[in-house]
């Protein structure tokens, strides 16, 4: 079978340290020949590094388009340029694997989707926590039916002081957003599809801007004040249709003890969950009762995963891996990627619904006949 030819729009840090790296440990099934980015030294360093022998580098993303040559593309550009450039791929014939957030807005999630089916190709969104081990365990844990029925739930991105100083994370006509769309999908993608209910009825949302201007003490260095236009917090209250509820919470800079990104916490009807964070290692702590005392247990620590050659692999190499692999997968065997678009519509959505509740004063209402 010939390889995928795949194209990459936005040579970032996440298209350079997880996209390209990923792609580069399936090289049995796809390689990468275009490489895009408004700047043409970034495209070419990538293509030095990860380029087929005749890969070639553009600083527009429509040449990718035009290339009838080429079945995938992978937008990892600013966000608020995702649906642009999403759309136009799937019309032009190309699978896309978009990095998150999907889309800023909600109705901009729903086009991408709407585009996917229409056009019949495939479409998913790059959250690749679903695939830490941790996270694989608790999936498995209740799909076992072992915390009953899910209904209270709580989905954690915060860091005490972590802002990025680098791209544009803290530039809004870019990014959209700040914490809630960069960290926030990550935890609210969790915890819904560990959940398993995409239902939503309503959503309320605070935003805070309260420390855009202190920047002492961040673990990456001091932002400039002057350009930090997002905000620094967010929290959210979610309302499912079937009762269950959501509490959402999202910060780059917050005055607690401890950091918790990507995590969740999870209440069902026979026992609980929580996955907790310790500098960059997590741990899933299970309660139930048992004897008819209250337990808690936590699973022994598992194998490292070894990816092509028995190399061992860890982090964000063994996520980007394993997203890779069953990506490209779905393409070559026609089945449903892990992420589907109307999986992640519903992430933008919550996003969307917070920043809106907050700026309004009033929750956000769906499905309101």
């Keep these: 079978m010939a390889k995928l030819r795949v194209g990459i729009v936005g040579l970032g840090y996440i298209g350079t340290n997880k996209h390209l790296p990923g792609l580069a440990t399936q090289a049995d099934k796809a390689e990468v020949v275009a490489f895009c980015d408004l700047e043409e030294s970034k495209a070419q360093a990538a293509r030095d590094e990860f380029g087929s022998a005749d890969a070639y580098v553009t600083t527009d993303y429509r040449d990718l388009l035009a290339d009838e040559s080429i079945d995938v593309i ?91 100083t680098w791209g544009v994370f ?81 910060s780059w800079a917050l005055n607690v003890q401890d950091s918790r990104e990507a995590c969740t916490t999870l209440s069902g009807t026979e026992g609980g969950a929580d996955i907790v964070q310790d500098r960059s290692d997590y741990a899933v702590t299970l309660n139930n009762i048992q004897g008819g005392r209250q337990v808690l247990t936590r699973p022994e620590a598992g194998a490292t995963y070894f990816g092509p050659g028995r190399k061992a692999m860890s982090g964000m190499e063994a996520m980007a891996a394993m997203e890779a692999s069953q990506w490209l997968d779905a393409i070559i065997n026609d089945t449903e990627p892990l992420v589907t678009p109307e999986q992640a519509v519903v992430v933008t959505e919550v996003m969307d619904a917070i920043y809106t509740s907050a700026r309004t004063g009033q929750p956000v209402y769906f499905n309101q006949s």
């Design 74 to 164: 992978h937008v990892c550009s600013w966000n608020t340029t995702h649906r642009e450039i999403t759309v136009a791929a799937l019309e032009a014939g190309k699978h896309v694997m978009c990095e998150k957030p999907m889309a800023v807005t909600g109705k901009d999630a729903r086009e991408m989707a709407e585009a996917a089916r229409r056009t019949g190709k495939k479409l998913s969104v790059g959250f690749q926590y679903r695939f830490r081990q941790d996270v694989q365990f608790l999936k498995a844990v209740v799909d076992e039916g072992r915390l009953g029925e899910i209904y209270a739930t709580k989905a954690h991105a915060v860091r005490r002081r972590g802002v990025p």
């Design 170 to 250: 803290t530039d809004k006509e870019k990014q959209g957003g700040g914490p809630l769309i960069d960290l926030g999908g990550h935890a609210i993608d969790l915890t819904l599809w560990l959940m398993d209910n995409y239902e939503l009825e309503s959503v309320t949302g605070v935003v805070n801007y309260k420390l855009g201007d202190k920047p002492e003490g961040n673990m990456g260095g001091p932002w400039n004040p002057e350009t930090y236009d997002v905000e620094d917090s967010a929290f959210g209250f979610v309302r499912f249709t079937n009762g269950a509820s959501m509490f959402v919470e999202a």
